[in-house]
T-cell receptor, first 112, second 115 residues
């Protein structure tokens, strides 16, 4: 069956450092992988999408990589700030699918 | 721009009562999704619609759950009768036509507590 694993439920880092979050998937051949951010009491908010033929995608301080051989995506936040503290969710998506299946999320805390 | 609007934000009711959750998607979006989020199971898809037609309801837990989309600007998720294990946050999301490259836009959810 399809499985999505995100690294450690919680990740604490110091302000200014780079946060790296991992999303591993099995029994999937996703054409896309989406990343979302969720704050307490709010719905998930879309951040970035990367396609299977893209190795890397950047948006401001965010960078996503996608390795279809390792079946893994890495999500980096550089120069992290306390405002980056949130739960981050990944969702690998098959090419024809409209629905998303989310990982369990990684709760990131950036300490001042 | 108005995002996805859900109501109520919080609902507390007693076991056995009927619960109706409401959602207004973003205007022009072709897809509407209902999710449930719990600590144990994370964010799970319940059902989704395309152009008001239910496409996949395989995530609906049981017959007590039903969803409708009478028009492009409104959807409901109903639980009857409700049970304590239905307590969760229920999210509605919408997206444009397209494949997995379309982002979903979520509402802020309805926090449901069944006593």
């Amino acid at each position: 069956s399809q499985k999505i694993e995100q690294n450690s439920e919680a990740l604490n880092i110091q302000e200014g450092k780079t946060a790296t979050l991992t999303c591993n998937y099995t029994n999937y051949s996703p054409a896309y992988l989406q990343w979302y951010r969720q704050d307490p009491g709010r719905g998930p908010v879309f951040l970035l999408l990367i396609r299977e033929n893209e190795k890397e995608k950047r948006k401001e301080r965010l960078k996503v990589t996608f390795d279809t051989t390792l079946k893994q995506s890495l999500f980096h936040i550089t120069a992290s700030q306390p405002a980056d503290s949130a739960t981050y969710l990944c969702a690998p998506v098959s090419g024809s699918a409209r629905q998303l299946t989310f990982g369990s999320g990684t709760q990131l805390t950036v300490l001042p | 721009d108005a995002g996805v609007i859900q109501s109520p934000r919080h609902e507390v009711t007693e076991m056995g009562q009927e619960v109706t959750l409401r959602c207004k998607p973003i205007s022009g979006h072709d897809y509407l999704f209902w999710y449930r989020q719990t600590m144990m199971r994370g964010l799970e898809l319940l059902i989704y619609f395309n152009n008001n037609v239910p496409i996949d309801d395989s995530g609906m837990p049981e017959d007590r759950f039903s969803a409708k989309m009478p028009n492009a600007s409104f959807s409901t998720l109903k639980i009857q009768p409700s049970e304590p294990r239905d307590s969760a946050v229920y999210f509605c999301a919408s997206s444009l036509e397209g494949e997995g490259n379309q982002p979903q836009h979520f509402g802020d959810g309805t926090r449901l507590s069944i006593l």
